[in-house]
Every structure is written in structure tokens, then in C-alpha cells.
């Protein structure tokens, strides 16, 4: 441990935004990163406890008073190969990351956490511009081919630590562009494009070979994967919820998710599908509390939106950690975010009731209702309308921003593959039910995290590998030891 009491002498400081006048005139990240001098600082708050909850908080187990006493003492090389030790990709949850590992952290007790998530984009940040991330070759082949469906985290984590153990991977995306959800799902300005190609031509170095554009199940016959030893489907949950009232179809009524794609892909200037979604001089109403939810508010702010709403089903969150949530498990608190700061009305116990159009069938309002909720031990939550409490709210764009149901069923149906009870792919030990065939990420847990992704990712990794040779010598939760290949 760097410093004795660093946490009495210094106070927690985190990244700066720009100011949001500037920040949404375009779309790039706009975070302005601590200077070193108080990083070392901010890891010197760590206090080293006997039992680090934030090792528990963390999906992925990274060695977090590692890192942080190495930052504090400027050892920013060593800290960056702790790191990558447990994470494949520190850029993605540095930056994303709502950080469970933050309310576990004990300091939380009594005072603000430390800075994890800002220490760990400033450690990858520091190491890619030194230089120090390098392709890692496995010393070895051994022979065995992998297919890995889906680019996501959870995919590129799989394809990394599979390649590291020496077997030969190929990643299909049906997609134009690597990356999944982070390529098209969450903007530009929370995560630049660039920073996923970065880290896809370091995979592509140590060998991994990705085709995109290849649509297994559909325009790539699934005969085409007996060639794989073994295969690991990284689909994703990418069914979107609808809302299946009336006037559904109504024209303005638009999924956040093609949304929030049309925006990246228009950035980008890549061609995109249907009509052109725009919330420009539009008043908009986006239906849904969570990232998402937050997503379209700050794309539909710099897309010049006149007005921004947003709708939440669920009671207002307390400001503080809720008593139902004590320390260290994940607080039921209200969240503001960076895109909610932008500029937006947020309404919480609202129910949409309709959605009225004009003879065009275009939106114009909707209608809306007031709720309370009522809790019962071992019962569905039931959700009751408050009498007389029917608001018109004039619009014209509705975001719906409603999660996600599950995973596309094709290639389990094709693959004859079990479900689970709440339909995601079944798998014991990331195993479906025909043995040569794994499932990692969304796919297999539900809508989920980033962090959750890579630790799905690696983990399956470690399992297939254990299939194709009978042991595996691939890091599992917290043990990271592997860089150096087989
Ligand atoms: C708008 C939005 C914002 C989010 N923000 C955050 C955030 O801030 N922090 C956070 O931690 N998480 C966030 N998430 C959640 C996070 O993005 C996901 O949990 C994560 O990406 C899941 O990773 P995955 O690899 O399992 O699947 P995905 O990222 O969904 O990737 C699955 C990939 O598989 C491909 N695929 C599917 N079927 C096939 C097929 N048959 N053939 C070829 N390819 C196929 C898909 O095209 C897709 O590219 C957000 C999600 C959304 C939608």
C-alpha cells in the first residue's frame, strides 16, 4: 500500500465533462481525463483492505488495490499488465462501466469510493499511448479451429483468450463493422468508434481472423461450421421490447435502437436501412429510465431536438443508497447522466396508454397515466392507475427505449438447442446441449453489462479449451496470469 491514510488526506476527484453547450455540437467523447499528479493521489485512497469487496463487486475479479498502489507509485507499465491480466478490455468498461466494483469498494462505507473506473481508463489510456500494448502470439498451435458467432464483447473476449491458447479462431458478425452493441448500439460520444478498431487490430495481429457481413444461419449455411472444432455463440439479446398499444404504428413511433444505429451509421457515413430517423425541431418523448433511455436523450439533443422527455415506469429512485440496498451490493439510488445533464424532463410513474396520430398516420401525442406500484413478499409487483390522472402529452418522435426480450432464436432452432425458462440459450458451464457447441454474453445471461460480457467470454473460453485439450492453463475470475500465451 502506497500511502498510509491517503484516503484522509485526499478527497475523491473524478474525470471533468465539458460543458454541455460545446459538447453537443457534435459527437465525440468529451471527458477530460485527470492530470497524473492527481491519479496517483486518487489511487493512494485506496486503503488495501483485508478483504477488497471490490474484488467481489468486479465481474471480471480485476486486482483492484493492485492497480490502484501501482498507479500511486507511477508504475503505470506494471499496472497496465495487471490489468490486462483479468480484463481483455479495460478502454470499453474504463468508459462504460456503471462500476460495481465502486459500491462494493469499503472506503464506500463512509465516504466516497475511490476513483476505480477513471484509475482503469487512465491506465489502458497511458499504456496504448506508450506503446505497451502488443499483439501477444501464442507460442504455439495446437491444431484446433473455433468458430465465434457474434463480435461483442463477450465474442472478442472468447476470440482473444481462445487464440491465446493456441487454437485457430474465426469471428463471424453479420454486421458491416466488429464490435456488436458498442459499435452501433451505444454513440459515438460515449464511446468513439476508433478505440474498438484500435483494439480489433491488435486481435487482428495475434492471428484471429473476423468476417463481417456473414449472417450465420442465413447467408452463411450453418454446414459451413462443421469445419470448427468447437463453437461459441455470442449472439447477443437483440429482440427489441414493443409496446403494443394502440397506435403502435403510428409514423414517429420509432425502436431507440434503430435510432440510436441510423445516428453512428450516418456518422460514418455508411449507408442505412428505411427512412431517415431524425429528432431535429422534433419534439421528443423517449419511453424508458435506463442506458438507453439515456442514449437517446443525448443523441436526440444533438440532433437539435426542441424538446426532450423522458418516461420511467418505476418510482423515482431515493438520492441516496437505499436502505433495501446496503453496502456493498448494488444501490437502488437515483442516477443522473451525462446525457440526462444535457437538457431533459424526466417523469417518473408514468404509464403510456396511446398513441394518438392524425388521419396521416403520423404521432402527434400520446396519452399517458399516472401509476403506483404495490409490493407483496413472493408476488409479482402490481402496477395500479391512478384515477382521473389521463395527461395528453403533444409529440412528434417517441423513443422506445424498452430493453431487450431475449436472444434471437434461429440458430437455436437451426442448432437444436435448449432455452432456459426465460428464453436465453440454455448451458451448463457455458455448454448448451449438443457438446460442441458453447454460449457466452447476453445470449446466455440476458440484457446485460459490458463487464459482464468479457467475464462470460473468458470463462467460456476456459471451458472450451478444457474441452478441445482436457486441461486449460486460461485465467478464470481474479486469477489473471496469462499473458505470456501457452
Ligand atoms: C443503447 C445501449 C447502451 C448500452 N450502454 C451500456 C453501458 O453504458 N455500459 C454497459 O456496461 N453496458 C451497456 N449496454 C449493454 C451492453 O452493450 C451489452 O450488455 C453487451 O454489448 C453484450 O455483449 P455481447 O457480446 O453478449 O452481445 P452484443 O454486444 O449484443 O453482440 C452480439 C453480436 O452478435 C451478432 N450476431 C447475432 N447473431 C448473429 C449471427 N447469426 N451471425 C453473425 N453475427 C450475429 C450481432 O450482430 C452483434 O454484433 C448498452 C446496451 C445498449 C443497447
Not at 159 to 182: C, K, P, Y
Not at 405 to 418: I, K, M, V
Not at 446 to 467: F, H, P
Request: proline share 5%; net charge neutral; with cysteine.
Amino acid at each position: 500500500m502506497g500511502k498510509i491514510g491517503g484516503f484522509k488526506e485526499f478527497k475523491r476527484q473524478n474525470e471533468t465533462n465539458l460543458a454541455v453547450k460545446s459538447r453537443v455540437e457534435n459527437y465525440k467523447e468529451f471527458t477530460v481525463p485527470l492530470p497524473e499528479k492527481e491519479l496517483k493521489k486518487q489511487g493512494s485512497r485506496c486503503m488495501d483492505c483485508g478483504i477488497p469487496f471490490c474484488h467481489s463487486g468486479c465481474p471480471l475479479g480485476n486486482l483492484i488495490p493492485d492497480f490502484n498502489d501501482m498507479v500511486h507509485k507511477g508504475e503505470w507499465q506494471k499496472a497496465s499488465d495487471l490489468l490486462h491480466a483479468t480484463n481483455n478490455f479495460p478502454e470499453f468498461t474504463g468508459r462504460l462501466c456503471p462500476a460495481p466494483c465502486e459500491q462494493a469498494c469499503v472506503l464506500g462505507i463512509i465516504d466516497s469510493p475511490v476513483a476505480i473506473e477513471d484509475i482503469e481508463k487512465s491506465i489502458v489510456e497511458k499504456a496504448f499511448a506508450n506503446g505497451w500494448i502488443q499483439p501477444i502470439l501464442p507460442k504455439h498451435r495446437t491444431g484446433k479451429t473455433v468458430a465465434v458467432i457474434g463480435s461483442g464483447p463477450a465474442g472478442l473476449a472468447a476470440a482473444q483468450q481462445l487464440n491465446r491458447a493456441g487454437h485457430s479462431v474465426t469471428v463471424f458478425e453479420r454486421d458491416d463493422e466488429i464490435g456488436g452493441l458498442l459499435r452501433y448500439g451505444i454513440p459515438n460520444f460515449k464511446l468513439e468508434k476508433e478505440i474498438i478498431d484500435r483494439r480489433i487490430h491488435i486481435l487482428e495481429k495475434e492471428g484471429i481472423i473476423f468476417k463481417t457481413n456473414v449472417d450465420v444461419g442465413g447467408n452463411y449455411d450453418l454446414k459451413n461450421l462443421d469445419y470448427f472444432d468447437a463453437i461459441v455463440l455470442c449472439g447477443g439479446a437483440t429482440k427489441k421490447r414493443a409496446l403494443p398499444i394502440d397506435g403502435a404504428d403510428a409514423k414517429g413511433v420509432v425502436q431507440a435502437m434503430d435510432f440510436l444505429t441510423q445516428q453512428t451509421k450516418q456518422l460514418f457515413n455508411k449507408e442505412i436501412e428505411g427512412t431517415l430517423l431524425s429528432a431535429k425541431d422534433k419534439n421528443v418523448i423517449v419511453i424508458g429510465g435506463g442506458d438507453t433511455g439515456s442514449d437517446c436523450v443525448g443523441t436526440s439533443n444533438r440532433q437539435g431536438a426542441k424538446s426532450v422527455t423522458n418516461f420511467e415506469i418505476m418510482e423515482k429512485p431515493p438520492e441516496l443508497r437505499s436502505e433495501k440496498t446496503p453496502w456493498p451490493f448494488w444501490p437502488l439510488q437515483m442516477k443522473t447522466s451525462s446525457s440526462h445533464e444535457e437538457g431533459c424532463d424526466r417523469n417518473w410513474l408514468i404509464n403510456t396508454k396511446e398513441f394518438i396520430k392524425n388521419a396521416k398516420n403520423e404521432l402527434i401525442a400520446i396519452k399517458t397515466a399516472e401509476v403506483s406500484w404495490t409490493f407483496k413478499p413472493g408476488e409479482r409487483p402490481i402496477l395500479n392507475e391512478k384515477p382521473d390522472s389521463e395527461k395528453i402529452w403533444p409529440c412528434d418522435m417517441v423513443l422506445l427505449a424498452l430493453g431487450f426480450t431475449g436472444p434471437e432464436t434461429s440458430l437455436s432452432e437451426q442448432l437444436g438447442l435448449e432455452l432456459d425458462t426465460r428464453n436465453n440459450y440454455k448451458a451448463k458451464k457455458y455448454q448448451t446441449n449438443v457438446p460442441h457447441i458453447f454460449t457466452a454474453g447476453d445470449m446466455r445471461r440476458g440484457q446485460s453489462l459490458i463487464v459482464w460480457a468479457i467475464s462470460e467470454g473468458r470463462e467460456a473460453a476456459k471451458e472450451i479449451d478444457t474441452y478441445l485439450t482436457s486441461e486449460s492453463f486460461l485465467s478464470s475470475k481474479g486469477k489473471g496470469d496469462l499473458l505470456s500465451a501457452n
